[in-house]
């Protein structure tokens, strides 16, 4: 008798647990805020003299506000507002590092929801995106080369690296948002 009470127990326990595992991950109505904007090569766009792969202390104080204040916002629709829309550019002119943000545009992209991953749609090109701490954190990259026309005299995608050379970045954006709500 006490072990059927014991088995008794235990399988209301588990189909207990199982109700709360059915429950489907969704990302309407989620927002994900920007924490961190990277490149892969090392770049002193602000001009201090510190070379670094983050964005966000590269870029001038009032243009890494900007980005850190970009969000990642899921609607209902299956869309989501991707933060590259306000997306850092640099160039050389003149022998002289510049940078800054702009928009690009204000529609929304075609989402996917997979198990650890999400993927957007941009006409011919696809960004990725994987789910990490439960959910809570996205890290995505995408290559600028692909969605950004850097054959434009102001947006060219070029930098002054280490070696004091001028260099057109073949690299990746990568982007880390954090859950808000």
């Known amino acids: 008798m006490k072990n059927l009470l014991l088995f ?6 588990c189909s207990c647990d199982s109700d709360d595992d059915n429950e489907t991950f ?5 927002v994900y805020q920007v924490i961190a ?6 770049m002193d766009l602000n001009g201090d003299g510190i070379f670094s792969t983050d964005l966000l202390s590269e870029l001038e104080p009032f243009q890494s506000a900007l980005l850190s204040q970009l969000r990642m916002r899921f609607l209902e629709d299956g869309t989501a507002y991707y933060p590259w ?7 050389v002119v003149d022998g002289e590092q510049i940078s800054g943000t702009a928009a690009l545009s204000s529609t929304s992209l075609p989402y996917r929801l997979s198990e650890t991953n ?10 990725n995106g994987e789910f990490m701490n439960n959910g809570n954190t996205i890290v995505t990259s995408y290559n600028p080369n692909d969605l950004y026309d850097f054959n434009n005299d102001e947006f060219a995608g070029v930098f002054i690296n280490e070696m004091g050379e001028v260099e057109t970045y073949e690299g990746n954006f990568i982007l880390t948002l954090e859950l808000q709500n």
């Not at 999400?118 to 960004?127: A, K, M, P, Q, S």
Request: charged share 20%; hydrophobic share 45%; aromatic share 18%.
């Open 118 to 127: 999400v993927t957007f749609t941009n006409g011919d090109v696809i960004l």
């Open 8 to 13: 008794l127990s235990l399988i209301l326990l």
């Open 85 to 91: 829309y306000d997306w850092p550019y640099f160039n």
């Open 26 to 30: 969704t990302l309407e109505n989620r």
């Open 37 to 42: 904007f990277e490149v892969e090569s090392n």
